[in-house]
């Protein structure tokens, strides 16, 4: 995802871009230095209430453009849903081209969807000998630990929906970064996660169902 | 002429409404229920306003909606919020902002 937040960021007149989950909390960000994660937050509160009085109005929307005296602010749907769903946003100075800024959200709001909901990448050609692709999505070692992550996205979803494969490849890249994924790191994998759910008892129950099934 | 006879007049309109930023419903035509239309996109209006005054990007002018079938456009001017449902047609959203926006030009 921060791969696809910074292809956008490259589009001339883009000062931040971020996903949003349904609550306005920020899945992953990218922005300029005025534009930081903190504003970002806030604004992604806000730009949320917006969303759901649209829903309330037009459950089928897609996209929503506000142009400003000085910019724009851009949001596209990551998948049709029967509530609000993530959304990817985009925060722009005048200088954006707002007919090719769609057509990047477009395609960027897809690339996410793929991620979220578990259409990785086939394996390349001449990957690594011993390093197994998951289905979720990212590097395991041995069998056995491309069976944990499996398990790690299963239960996580229980409690934060389809994006949680896209919190598992990113916990991936932090207890493991720049190796495939194996159960030593198991135990940081599951409190790394852990961070992903509010509610205390849920927390328990998440590292309850991955861990006790190993 | 108002802001709704303008807007009205314009051939991709199916229905148009005028409210207000506290999403007060002040007069519609073509939509089955305005006050709903006017309190739901003045909340959009002024929730998009305060977002874009947090990030310092001045004054809300239009806010466009867009799905499959429709579009809603939001025209801001000053405290009067204009919506209308619009049959896009094959036509940019952009084309269409610059329509609405011009008819508006002078009217109020």
């Not at chain 1, 969807?113 to 259409?119: I, L, P």
């Not at chain 1, 409690?159 to 896209?166: A, L, N, Q, T």
């Not at chain 1, 992903?196 to 927390?203: G, H, K, L, N």
């Not at chain 2, 003045?42 to 429709?70: C, H, N, P, Y």
């Amino acid at each position: 995802v921060d791969s696809i937040l910074h292809g956008l960021m490259e589009l001339v007149g883009v000062r931040a871009t971020m996903v949003l989950d349904p609550a306005g909390q920020i899945v992953a960000w990218r922005g300029h230095a005025a534009f930081d994660r903190s504003l970002c937050e806030r604004v992604g509160g806000v730009v949320t209430k917006a969303i759901e009085s649209v829903h309330l109005q037009d459950a089928g929307w897609e996209t929503i453009s506000a142009q400003f005296a000085n910019g724009r602010i851009l949001v596209r749907r990551v998948s049709p849903s029967d509530g609000p769903g993530h959304v990817l946003a985009v925060v722009a100075d005048p200088s954006l081209n707002p007919s090719f800024a769609t057509v990047a959200l477009r395609v960027a709001a897809s690339k996410v969807r793929t991620a979220a909901e578990g259409g990785a990448p086939p394996p390349a050609a001449g990957a690594q000998p011993g390093v197994f692709r998951t289905s979720a999505g990212g590097e395991a070692a041995d069998p056995a630990s491309a069976e944990f992550l499996a398990r790690c996205v299963k239960e996580l979803a229980r409690h934060v929906g389809p994006i949680s494969k896209v919190y598992v490849q990113e916990a991936v890249s932090r207890v493991s970064p720049g190796a495939p994924f194996s159960l030593a790191a198991a135990r940081l994998l599951v409190e790394d996660l852990s961070g992903q759910i509010e509610d205390a008892a849920d927390r328990a129950q998440f590292r309850k169902g991955v861990l006790e099934k190993r | 002429m108002s802001y709704l006879a303008a807007i009205a007049s314009l051939k991709e309109v199916r229905g148009a409404v005028v409210g207000d930023l506290s999403g007060r419903f002040h007069e519609g035509i073509g939509e089955e229920d305005g006050e709903a239309v006017a309190a739901a996109f003045g909340f959009v209006a002024s929730s998009l306003a305060q977002a874009g005054a947090q990030l310092g990007l001045g004054a809300l002018r239009i806010v466009s909606v867009a799905s499959e079938a429709q579009a809603h456009l939001v025209l801001v001017r000053g405290g009067s919020v204009v919506t209308a449902r619009v049959d896009v047609g094959g036509r940019s959203l952009a084309s269409l902002e610059k329509v609405l926006d011009a008819s508006l030009k002078g009217e109020g």
